[in-house]
């Protein structure tokens, strides 16, 4: 959920003529999102070293395609995160009557993760690659139905963003396929 603000800190060094190597599954299991940002990933330490050891390769990286992000589907997500964030916590309130019996603890864990689907949505809309946000959901119904709370508010959520965001194309189709997470038989963490 972090790539855009990593992407500013790829862009801050480049300014500054500062070569980048990245690394981690937070640039995706095969680096896709260090190719989309336009920096040089490696896939383990050794090879990170070696990236290192030879700057040309560093340097060779395609800059950032970005294109997609001049429907301002990004900026605009980001800018209403609280609205949303709220306008989700309401809908709970409201179809889900237990969730106005929570303590403060059980309130601030369900914010956090209405913030964290909005956070990820966010990301995946600045990578322009749904299985970043597809993977987030599945992974989330899992620790989450871990913890005794159902799928199925997952899915008000998802639908009550879906709902709000429906002027957006790209997030809408993203938001929906993270519905189809929910609506998988067997594994929720499966496409």
């Known amino acids: 959920m972090r790539l855009p603000y990593a ?11 500062v070569p980048v190597v990245v690394g ?13 940002l336009g920096v040089a990933w490696a896939p383990d330490a050794p090879s990170a070293a070696d990236l290192v050891a030879d700057e040309r390769a560093l340097r060779r990286v395609r800059p950032a395609e970005l294109p997609h992000l001049a429907d301002d589907e990004y900026a605009s997500l980001v800018k209403r995160r609280g609205e949303l964030i709220d306008s989700a916590l309401a809908d709970l309130r ?4 237990s969730v106005r019996d929570y303590t403060p603890a059980q309130l601030d ?5 209405l913030g964290y689907i909005v ?17 987030f959901v599945g992974w989330l119904v899992e620790i989450l139905t871990s913890r005794g709370v159902p799928a199925a508010a997952v899915g008000l959520t998802l639908g009550h963003y879906h709902r709000q965001l ?20 067997g ?5």
């Open 7 to 17: 992407h500013r800190m790829i862009e801050a060094c480049r300014r500054s003529d």
């Open 24 to 36: 981690g599954r937070g640039f995706g299991d095969d680096g896709r999102w260090a190719r989309t």
């Open 94 to 97: 409201e179809r889900v009557p």
């Open 109 to 113: 864990s369900t914010i956090g993760d």
């Open 119 to 135: 956070d990820f949505l966010a990301a995946a809309l600045y990578v322009d690659d749904s299985s970043l946000f597809t993977d």
């Open 166 to 185: 429906r002027d957006f194309p790209r997030a809408a189709r993203f938001l929906a396929l993270g519905e189809l997470v929910l609506s998988a038989p």
């Open 187 to 191: 594994d929720p963490t499966r496409r």
